[in-house]
């Protein structure tokens, strides 16, 4: 049943009227309702509402209330709330359990995917689709921690929907195992995160739908804001974040890279709660592709190696490294040199690379070869590049994560 000042906004609505503050007091799902509708022209509003009162026990009485709504008469003011929010409100709508996927996919947050064009980023989102569907263990042996049947939701602004399906029948998976940000009677919408009206429909739709996970493929084919910039990341990742916290389900983002293999548009990387990197260190075996937590904000687990195969992905505890480099002819002794100094320096913990890069040069070398080796470290899974504070850190790798055996195997 609605209370009188909500039922009121709903008339509102439905009379035609545009609201503004006056949505900020109504509850989660009734927000994100009003929201939607107003949004939307006069004559279109009526359907959202029609699909809000669908199958409600107390559809009748919140319709009566809502024609009962006298707009002539003086809006009763609102009172303020007896008290703000404490831990025991939070711990009503929060999820149960912090992760879906322990180190890898937290619960009721936004997480990142992040990889090179044509990597196999679509294809692994989907391999986790179909072990979500089939309840499977995840690809590191973890228990499944969801309901077999429980299907994901996707936002296709890569306009791969076709190339989905076809994929989708090559790994057994029915028709209900995949939902899209979209009307039955428009399958290729609902993509444009810059749009009210699909933001509005995202969540209307994980309420409906209850999806295991969102993936939005690609990020940056769903909007046309700047990722570099603060500002526009904060316009587009803050609805999103508020969204994933509000229906308490993961919304993960598909994301392009630079040519330095970080995600691209760093500024997101402040939003997300994990970004998992895909990499293909060796080009020659390009099926094999470097799984590993390149972001998070708990303790990070071992990468996985993982095989592309036509009807889904295997994984294994031995990830792919780069070939070691050329040693034809003479040692290349300065990036020798360069590597053993950034094994030294970061040996007792990260480093920040303003300090590291005077250091090298104070000793007359050149900041260009101490980049060859940070590349070549990072290449080799020696090194790590933390973006997430400025100014940026580097760490070394431990051995055990690396799969390599020492520094030395670079030559």
Request: charged content about 25%; glycine content about 8%; some cysteine.
């Amino acid at each position: 049943m609605l209370a009188p000042i909500h039922a009121r906004r709903f008339r509102q609505l439905l009379h035609g009227d545009m609201l503004n503050g006056e949505m900020a007091s109504l509850p989660g799902e009734l927000r994100w309702l009003a929201e939607w509708m107003n949004s939307l022209t006069v004559d279109a509003r009526q359907v959202p509402w029609n699909k809000f009162l669908d199958g409600r026990s107390d559809k009748d009485a919140i319709v009566k209330a809502v024609a009962a709504v006298d707009l002539g008469s003086a809006e009763e003011e609102e009172g303020p709330p007896s008290r703000p929010a404490n831990l025991a409100d939070l711990r009503r709508v929060m999820s149960d359990s912090r992760w879906h996927w322990e180190g890898w996919i937290p619960a009721a947050r936004l997480t990142g995917i992040a990889a090179f064009e044509g990597v196999g980023k679509t294809r692994f989102a989907l391999e986790l689709a179909r072990r979500i569907w089939f309840g499977e263990e995840w690809p590191d042996g973890q228990s499944s921690t969801f309901p077999r049947g429980t299907s994901t939701l996707w936002v296709c602004s890569d306009g791969q929907q076709d190339e989905l399906a076809d994929a989708a029948t090559m790994m057994s998976l029915l028709d209900d195992s995949i939902h899209f940000n979209t009307p039955p009677d428009d399958p290729y919408g609902g993509t444009d995160l810059d749009d009210p009206e699909s933001l509005a429909l995202l969540e209307s739709s994980i309420v409906q739908v209850k999806p295991a996970i969102v993936f939005v493929d690609t990020l940056t084919n769903a909007t046309s804001k700047d990722l570099c910039q603060a500002k526009d990341v904060k316009n587009l990742g803050t609805p999103l974040r508020d969204i994933a916290q509000r229906t308490q389900t993961t919304i993960t983002l598909l994301l392009h890279v630079a040519k330095d293999g970080e995600a691209l548009g760093r500024r997101i990387k402040g939003l997300t709660r994990t970004i998992m990197s895909l990499e293909c260190p060796d080009k020659e075996r390009s099926e094999r592709l470097r799984l590993c937590v390149s972001k998070s904000t708990a303790k990070k687990p071992p990468p996985l190696g993982m095989t592309i195969c036509g009807n889904g992905c295997s994984f294994d505890t031995k990830p792919p490294v780069a070939p070691p480099l050329p040693t034809r002819g003479r040692s290349p002794e300065k990036l020798v040199k360069a590597i053993a100094f950034l094994g030294e320096r970061l040996a007792k913990g990260g480093q920040k690379a303003v300090d590291l890069i005077d250091e090298w040069e104070s000793l007359g070398e050149a900041k260009a070869t101490l980049f060859n080796a940070r590349k070549a470290m990072v290449e080799q899974g020696q090194l790590r590049v933390d973006d997430s504070e400025r100014p940026q850190v580097w760490h070394l790798v431990r051995n055990s994560e690396s799969g390599q055996e020492s520094i030395s195997d670079l030559f």
